[in-house]
Nanobody, 119 residues
Framework: QVRLVESGGGLVQPGGSLRLSCAAT????????MGWYRQAPGLQRDLVATISTGDTADYADSVKGRFTISRDYANNRVYLQMNSLKPEDTAVYYC?????????????WGQGTQVTVSS
């Protein structure tokens, strides 16, 4: 089992920045892609950014140019640097990791961290 624990959420004013962190612990061998998703009240959970083991990053159009995903392989962490935050970025942000088990892929989720952008 893989456990993902997010941190770094909070309240920030529009235009501000936050850095989210996600630590992976447990049986982490075989983790491939990691990423961040978000879910606002009443809406579905949507992709924010993902990063592969080759550090190829992919972003939702709504965050391109403002958010940056990065990965620390030595410490099994993934980060999301969020700049120029907007009220519409308000959501619970979830860390995600895919683990390769032979021909199967198992996906793990963290518990989420709240990000609120408001003046």
């Amino acid at each position: 089992q893989v456990r993902l624990v997010e941190s770094g959420g909070g309240l920030v004013q529009p235009g501000g920045s936050l850095r989210l962190s996600c630590a992976a612990t447990g049986s982490i061998f075989g983790i491939s892609a990691m990423g961040w998703y978000r879910q606002a009240p009443g809406l579905q959970r949507d992709l924010v950014a993902t990063i592969s083991t080759g550090d190829t990053a992919d972003y939702a159009d709504s965050v391109k140019g403002r958010f940056t995903i990065s990965r620390d392989y030595a410490n099994n962490r993934v980060y999301l640097q969020m700049n120029s935050l907007k009220p519409e970025d308000t959501a619970v942000y979830y860390c995600n990791a895919d683990q390769q088990r032979g021909v199967r892929t198992k996906t793990y989720w963290g518990q989420g961290t709240q990000v609120t952008v408001s003046s």
